[in-house]
């Protein structure tokens, strides 16, 4: 019996996954794609209406900064994503808390029922 309740005690313990570096650099390619291709909109727009040179000039200048802005951000981001694989705060609840919550909250409801 007492064997069993310490087993029931190692369930309720939850586990920490940490990602792999490979996810953390898909993740960040992912979204660099997605957050380059803003910035080289953005970036066209206004140098197309700021700059007086022709289209080709207005492309390359934006193609520039999409370059330098996607190799930089990659490199950051991943730092920052491996930084925060090795946090645990924020990645799991114990199970407990919910209970405890609802327990509360059912005894709230039961000790404003008696008042009213």
């Known amino acids: 019996m007492r064997q069993n309740q310490k087993q029931n005690q190692k369930d309720d313990r939850p586990t920490i996954v940490k990602d792999t570096p490979s996810r953390s650099l898909a993740k960040a390619i992912s979204w660099r794609l997605i957050a380059s291709l803003t910035t080289f909109l953005i970036t066209f727009v206004i140098f197309r209406q700021k700059m007086?040179?022709?289209?080709?000039?207005?492309?390359?200048?934006s193609t520039i900064v999409?370059?330098?802005?996607?190799?930089?951000?990659?490199?950051?981001?991943?730092?920052?994503?491996?930084?925060?694989?090795?946090?645990?705060?924020?990645?799991?609840?114990?199970?407990?808390?919910?209970?405890?919550?609802?327990?509360?909250?059912?005894?709230?409801?039961?000790?404003?029922?008696?008042?009213?």
């Open 52 to 61: 007086s040179g022709t289209y080709k000039q207005v492309l390359e200048a």
């Open 66 to 116: 999409m370059v330098f802005d996607v190799v930089l951000k990659i490199a950051i981001y991943y730092l920052h994503e491996r930084m925060w694989t090795n946090i645990s705060w924020g990645r799991y609840m114990r199970p407990r808390f919910w209970r405890r919550r609802a327990w509360k909250k059912l005894y709230r409801q039961m000790h404003d029922n008696q008042g009213n």
